[in-house]
């Protein structure tokens, strides 16, 4: 046994010598020694009960200042689940991937499977929206180009959809009550999605980008991802966090940063270069801000 130890320790040393001799092998070995010698600090506070304060900013960087009340602040506050929740589908059951996020926000997941990827952005939205009793400002547009809002919807309007034809009609009573505002959310994520949030909202710059902007690959299902936080360093360069939902409907949960440890889970991003989140491939980035 302990012949063939040291035939192995050998062949290993013999295999990481090989590799310090060509380019691609130091870095390698540069990233193997850098990972022993000084392993990473992590990012993550086990203890942190919000975005905030669960996870801390890179060496040289800072989080910007943002208003009180904004949305951008709001997202950055945002609750999350005790760390290590894993990641449940509505049905109750476990994701198959539980190594791609580094968080679980507090949104609940109903198990009509409605609460998808665009739908939960939808429903945080909607959310601040409400507790900042702003209330008249909630409401998305259709992938018809049907704008369903929250006050129509209250006042008792409904929409009746025929083949492409969306038409709205007074047939319920007045209800202003939360239950029934949920009862709205599910009319959106039922008709309204990546495609229609693409076409609806502003594009955005990357050089402009703030917390509440939004990844999207437009599409039937297509993809979105939200940014939750940002920080920035002397330079004026920022990075920043990134929240899903998913397909089947799921738990919202903050993403890991597998193209670079270093600053994981923050993201840096580049104007034309692709974005690779763990769960999906933007190939060209485009970013959307709520109104």
């Known amino acids: 046994m302990k012949k063939i130890l040291s035939l192995t320790i050998i062949a290993l040393l013999a295999l990481f010598l ?3 001799t060509t380019t691609k092998g130091k870095q390698y ?3 193997i020694e850098a990972l022993i010698l000084s392993p990473q600090e992590s990012l993550i506070n086990k203890e942190g009960e919000t975005i905030k304060t669960r996870v801390k900013p890179p060496k040289g960087y800072k989080r910007s200042t943002i208003k009180n009340t904004s949305f ?26 539980q190594n791609w996020h580094d968080a679980i926000l ?11 990827c665009a739908d939960a952005l939808m429903r945080i939205r909607a959310e601040y929206l409400w507790d900042q009793n702003r209330k008249n400002e909630i409401g998305f547009k259709f992938t018809s180009g ?18 492409n034809k969306v038409s709205s009609h007074k047939t319920a009573n007045p209800n202003h009550s939360k239950a029934n505002f949920y009862k ?51 330079k004026g360069e920022k ?14 949960c903050l993403l890991k940063n597998f193209e670079d440890d ?21 190939e060209k980035p485009i970013f959307i801000r709520f109104k």
Request: contains cysteine; charged residues 20%.
């Open 146 to 163: 049907h704008y369903c809002s929250w006050k129509k919807y209250a006042e008792g309007f409904r929409a009746k959809v025929k083949g």
């Open 184 to 234: 709205y959310l599910n009319l959106i994520y039922t008709y309204a999605g990546t495609a229609s949030l693409h076409s609806e909202l502003k594009k955005v710059q990357i050089k402009d980008l703030q917390i509440g902007d939004m990844l999207v690959q437009p599409g039937y299902p297509g993809h979105i991802e939200i940014i939750v936080d940002e920080v920035i360093n002397d």
């Open 106 to 116: 507090e949104i609940p997941v109903p198990k009509n499977g409605l609460q998808q």
């Open 72 to 97: 951008q602040q709001y997202l950055r506050n945002y609750k999350l689940k005790k760390h290590g929740t894993e990641i449940i589908n509505h049905d109750g059951t476990k994701y198959f991937a």
């Open 18 to 20: 090989l590799l310090r």
């Open 29 to 31: 070995t540069n990233h």
């Open 239 to 252: 990075l920043f966090l990134l929240a899903q939902g998913n397909t089947p409907a799921q738990s919202v």
């Open 262 to 282: 270093n600053i994981s889970p923050w993201y840096k991003f580049s104007s034309n270069l692709p974005v690779y989140t763990p769960s999906y491939y933007f």
